[in-house]
T-cell receptor
Framework: GAGVSQSPSNKVTEKGKDVELRCDPISGHTALYWYRQSLGQGLEFLIYFQGNSAPDKSGLPSDRFSAERTGGSVSTLTIQRTQQEDSAVYLC??????????FGPGTRLTVL | RKEVEQDPGPFNVPEGATVAFNCTYSNSASQSFFWYRQDCRKEPKLLMSVYSSGNEDGRFTAQLNRASQYISLLIRDSKLSDSATYLCVVNDNQGGKLIFGQGTELSVKP
């Protein structure tokens, strides 16, 4: 079956522009997670969805970051007024049990 | 103090060697523990879960010591294909976020 998919795979943008990243979880997975991995940094948690609600958004680094999930499926992560420090790989994961999380291939964001 | 700490390595070992990775975590209430593997420029993939009783999957053995808040991974008879970054991962509550260590890089040489 299909795994977690993310789009775009690569995104280059100019400082100050808004970007939208998309995640399609594994069909039937109710939990969806966003993480990011910066060069030389570990993976850091951003936000978690259970269905369409976000019980934990503690990892969002600033109010420039927002995410939504609709229909209990697709999620979008939006970064407004991008800064160079936003450059990272943004990873999405989904889970049916809340135990094992399956990761997508990530979106590599470069802010010039 | 980081929530999950690992030796970043790199560990450079010859084929056939046995290598051990260690990890400590700070939250004594943590509930679930994992080792993930991440290949260069790829997403992390679950290698194995870690239980207090210890668990083995082929050449891989994982161990959890709750009293010491310590997790280990042992790889026996290492293969070239084992070269990757190994991530120690903790989940503080079922269903919630994963907390990752920085990862330990392993390079297995012929």
């Amino acid at each position: 079956g299909a795994g977690v998919s993310q789009s775009p795979s690569n995104k280059v943008t100019e400082k100050g522009k808004d970007v939208e990243l998309r995640c399609d979880p594994i069909s039937g997975h109710t939990a969806l997670y966003w993480y990011r991995q910066s060069l030389g940094q570990g993976l850091e948690f951003l936000i978690y969805f259970q269905g369409n609600s976000a019980p934990d958004k503690s990892g969002l680094p600033s109010d420039r970051f927002s995410a939504e999930r609709t229909g209990g499926s697709v999620s979008t992560l939006t970064i407004q007024r991008t800064q160079q420090e936003d450059s990272a790989v943004y990873l999405c994961a989904s889970s049916s049990s809340g135990y094992e999380q399956f990761f997508g291939p990530g979106t590599r964001l470069t802010v010039l | 103090r980081k929530e999950v700490e690992q030796d970043p390595g790199p560990f450079n070992v010859p084929e056939g060697a046995t290598v051990a990775f260690n990890c400590t975590y700070s939250n004594s209430a943590s509930q679930s523990f994992f080792w993930y593997r991440q290949d260069c420029r790829k997403e992390p993939k679950l290698l194995m879960s870690v239980y207090s009783s210890g668990n083995e999957d082929g050449r891989f053995t994982a161990q959890l010591n709750r009293a010491s808040q310590y997790i280990s991974l042992l790889i026996r008879d290492s293969k070239l294909s084992d070269s990757a970054t190994y991530l120690c991962v903790v989940n503080d509550n079922q269903g919630g976020k994963l907390i990752f260590g920085q990862g330990t890089e392993l390079s297995v040489k012929p």
